[in-house]
């Protein structure tokens, strides 16, 4: 007697086809379950030989579902969800993985630090970070792929949880001066919560102003600015970029709120957790600081 190719959906790949979709393709995919994106793609195949039928294609320079891919991720997540159920009862239960995003003004000092704090204060959570733009990192929240989000910049939005005040300071390059016309203003591509307090601090003094150079992350901010391009401002946490100075005879800018923002299916708990964690990292911010009052975000 001969039999048939036994085949078998596997749990590693089944979640992997998952993540594919929750995260929005393979790279972000990978990056959440901590594999290369190689293994996300080596999973996808034996999906497809268990299957056959393709399950995921190429849409330009992402990734689209097919009809049977679609039908095969509802049956994905029955699937996780008995397997991750059974695992419970018995008290194995996984842990849970929190995708925390920043943008570069508030990673540069802060992550180090928070990351350690936040590695003691949710001890039986993965932690992993992302550092982009403050619209994409909203845009992460939105879809589920950012469970918690540091923004600069006032708000009103009830997802942002105040957690304090970072001071901004100006800098130049060695030797700068400040010129006889408009102040050049080294800064982040617009948007830029930044940017935007950087010339609105100039206006508001009557002092006029010129974007002299932009840049798309924060090494080129710095690049620019001891290139003698302008001057930055920067939220370091007392810290001196190397190769710049800070810049006397410009307005002092108001602090720019610092925010944790939550997904929508962060429990409250653990983003007010991570926020207490955070607090006692910025200075003049009490630990004892109120726990979950709602304040500004970026």
């Not at 594919?20 to 497809?48: K, N, P, T, W, Y």
């Not at 330009?60 to 509802?74: I, P």
């Not at 995003?101 to 802060?110: F, I, N, V, W």
């Not at 005879?249 to 429990?267: F, K």
Request: proline fraction near 7%.
């Amino acid at each position: 007697m001969v039999f048939g190719m036994s085949r078998t959906l596997d749990i590693a790949p089944l979640r992997s086809l998952v993540a594919i979709a929750d995260r929005g393709g393979f790279g972000r995919a990978a990056s959440s379950l901590h594999l290369s994106q190689a293994a996300v793609s080596q999973h996808v195949r034996r999906l497809e030989a268990s299957v056959g039928h393709a399950l995921v294609t190429r849409a330009g320079r992402g990734s689209r579902f097919t009809v049977e891919g679609e039908q095969l991720l509802g049956h994905a997540r029955r699937v996780l969800a008995a397997h991750d159920e059974a695992l419970r009862c018995f008290g194995v239960g996984s842990d849970e993985t929190l995708v925390v995003g920043s943008t570069e003004h508030a990673a540069a000092q802060l992550l180090p630090r928070f990351a350690a704090a936040l590695g003691e204060a949710l001890p039986h959570h993965g932690v992993q970070f992302r550092i982009d733009r403050g619209t994409a990192l909203r845009e992460g929240l939105a879809a589920g792929r950012v469970s918690l989000a540091l923004l600069l910049g006032p708000t009103g939005d009830p997802r942002a949880i105040g957690v304090g005040d970072l001071e901004l300071t100006w800098f130049a390059a060695a030797g700068w001066t400040l010129p006889a016309g408009p102040v050049p203003v080294v800064a982040f591509d617009a948007p830029c919560a930044l940017r935007s307090r950087a010339i609105e601090t100039l206006d508001g003094h009557g002092i006029p102003s010129v974007v002299g150079a932009e840049a798309t992350n924060l090494a080129g901010v710095h690049a620019a600015t001891a290139a003698g391009q302008g001057v930055a401002l920067l939220a370091t946490l007392g810290d001196t970029p190397a190769g710049l100075v800070p810049v006397e005879g410009l307005p002092r800018p108001r602090p720019m709120p610092l925010s944790i923002w939550a997904a929508a299916d962060v429990p409250a708990r653990v983003a007010g957790t991570a926020c207490d964690a955070l607090r006692p990292l910025l200075p003049g911010v009490p630990a004892a600081a109120t726990h979950l009052s709602l304040a500004e975000g970026a």
